[in-house]
């Protein structure tokens, strides 16, 4: 289990997150969920390593963490950040094997390239463009090389910052998919997302954060049926259709 307990950071004299707690098991999809400003990614940021908690641990299978992101990736704690940020200069391929770049130091040569077909025939798109330019390729193809270089590293624990800002609804819900079926492999993913109906039709829990104080947390089913907190952060006051993943009954039309 990858948790937070008790967190609490200052940005200077500006509190961010005030006494947040919060867990994820192997296995399983949780959201979360708030506006811009709340303190999503600075939490994503202090389990990955890459900010101290002014108060508060991080734990990992019941012990404190490892410190800093490249001790957390080795334990298995990997984060895809805001804005895919792929290396533009290098090829598919290399950007692949940049995010296995610590298993292949080590020595998994083998399983590697196991794991790089297996990237491929998730995301298919990657393959036609496996000897291109990474800063070549649209948006959304640089989502799903961002994604796939993340899985590369081989996590347990994989930490998502924004994967459908900014993607059309088509693509979105290829995503969503992906993440949805993540946790058959065993990997745990906390996943911050703006689109809400998205991230909570593949979830099994959520959380919300309101300036860095977390209100709610339980099933999506629950924020689903609080007429406050679907206006709030949903956007509307009837409970929508999630049948499809990852996308409302509008989402697919336009897909």
Known sequence: MLEVSGVHYFYGQARALSDVSLNLDRGEVVSLLGMNGAG???LLNILSGVLKPTRGQVL?????????PVALVRAGV???PEGRQVFAPLTVRENLEMGAYIRLKAGEKAAVARDLERM??????????IGGRAGDLSGGEQQMLAMARGLMAAPRYLLLDEPSLGLSPKVAAEIFRVIRDLPATGCGVLLVEQNALGALSVSKRGFI??????????DPADILRDAQLREAFLGQACQPDLSRDGQTDAQAGQA
């Open 120 to 129: 491929l025939a998730l995301f298919p798109i990657l393959g036609t463009r």
């Open 209 to 218: 954060l309101t300036t860095g104080s977390i209100r709610f947390s339980g």
């Open 78 to 80: 990997v984060q895809v």
């Open 40 to 42: 999503k990614t600075t």
């Open 60 to 68: 990992l299978d019941g012990n404190p963490a490892p410190k800093g």
